[in-house]
């Protein structure tokens, strides 16, 4: 029986309110000029999610290891706040140890990755990953491996690192040795009268 758990996680840092929702473009505009270059740099908008809402967490196991400041959640680990929904094999949360805990729904969160086949998803914009981690002392965001992959429809954008610095909205996309790859649909553009 998969072990869930939903509470408010009343998370003290400002970076909270965008997490995971930042991985997604909200503007996929990471400039068609560059999409034969090595690194693609853009800023991205990113979705913010509601504090206010519950976010509810499952897994097949919760371990939380209060002495090491972590809770890991193992086995088909699906994350829901509001529209936006990750999901990922493994995820670990690391906490100040003053910062209240997990179970209480009360901690200071100072990072937070996931590993095995990274999905996020919200609205119509997903992302594909093999690792991720969201710093929120720094406030930053990674997802990383073998294919990066972000899309909105038929708007695909390719290459093997995201990097996004969340208080500014600045993205970068590494190709990693290849070349990035970007996939847009003239379809997809908006149209001002």
């Known amino acids: 029986m998969p072990a869930t758990m939903s509470a408010p996680l009343s998370v003290r840092s400002r ?10 473009v909200a503007a996929l505009a990471l400039a068609a000029t560059q999409a034969g270059a090595q690194q693609t740099k853009s800023r991205m908008k990113g979705l913010e999610l509601s504090n206010d809402k519950p976010i509810q967490i499952q897994s097949d196991r919760l371990e939380i290891r209060d002495q090491e400041n972590k809770a890991e959640f193992s086995g ?12 990922a094999g493994n995820m670990v949360v690391s906490y100040r140890a003053s910062g209240g805990s997990v179970a209480g729904g009360d901690a200071d969160i100072e990072k937070i990755d996931v590993s095995g086949k990274v999905y996020l998803k919200s609205g ?7 690792t991720g981690t969201f710093n929120l002392v720094d406030e930053t965001l990674v997802l990383s491996g073998e294919k990066v992959v972000l899309s909105e429809g038929k708007n695909v954008f390719v290459g093997c690192k995201l990097t996004v610095a969340m208080r500014t909205g600045e993205a970068k996309l590494d190709a990693c040795g290849g070349r990035v790859m970007i996939q847009l649909d003239p379809k997809s553009r908006k149209t001002t009268n």
């Open 124 to 130: 119509t914009q997903e992302a594909t990953a093999d």
């Open 76 to 87: 088909n680990v699906k994350v829901v706040q509001g529209t936006t929904t990750l999901q």
């Open 15 to 24: 970076a909270a309110r965008v997490v995971p929702g930042i991985l997604l």
